[in-house]
């Protein structure tokens, strides 16, 4: 169990450094999760940039001692996005489902960025405004699963639909996960047994990784979409393996006790 959720900042990274690749193969930018207008000006020196941000942040992620500038980079980034194009669509467009899905999960993955920068310096006490970045994430990354939630309640024909064929009692299958979505944002408003919805809401991200997106994206090699999928589930596991060490760390009172946040390591 340590070694899986160890990895929750190097799952992260890799997810994003995967981004990052398929922007700059596609020379487009996400279609899953980011808007970007046709129209924009210096459009593939905006898709490069954003890659070659991406990949330095994933490479500094994955060294403990770049990890919390690159990992609030790599956040500050999604949350660029997610003000400037997410939200303004999404205000403009309120009843269309294809906006709320990737606004929150750019908000999520924003989120997650600022999660794993909060005690990336061993000993060193965070600086104020990424313990305020860390403790804001929490919320946001509770408030995004709540809008899944209610989007998979709202959608759940088409959320069945996507699971394959064998999995059996698909119905019933839909409901555990709109239920863990639920569970998890109350653990983490309440600060209630954060580490064990933590803990099971990175194994259903994984899950979801190798038994739904691997198939399709391999099925579909060349259809971006599918591979944007898989990464942002992959990230989003690392974002929840990472806020369960921190309830660990809360607990034993040490340098990785919470601020701000009152996580209570329950569970």
Known sequence: MKKITEAGPYLYAIAIAAFAVIQLVTQNFLTCMLPVPATLPLRLFW????SAIWLVAAVGISIPRWRQMAAVVAGGLFFVFFFCLGLPKLMGDLYNPNEWTPAFEAMMLGSG???????????????KWVQFGGAAGLYLFAMSLMIFAVLHIRYNDYIIALMPNWVPAKLYMSY???????????????SIKVRLAMWWLGIMYLLWVGVLHAPRAVGRLTVEVE??????????AGIAFSIY??????????????VAVPIQAGG
């Open 227 to 236: 591979w944007s999928s898989l990464f942002v589930a992959l990230a989003c």
């Open 47 to 50: 898709v490069d940039l954003s």
């Open 176 to 190: 555990v996960v709109i239920a863990a979505f639920l569970l998890s944002a109350f653990c983490l408003f309440t």
């Open 113 to 127: 960025g600022f999660i794993i920068a909060v005690h990336s310096l061993g000993c060193s006490p965070d600086p």
């Open 245 to 258: 060490h921190r309830a660990v760390d809360a607990r034993s009172g040490g340098v990785g006790r919470l």
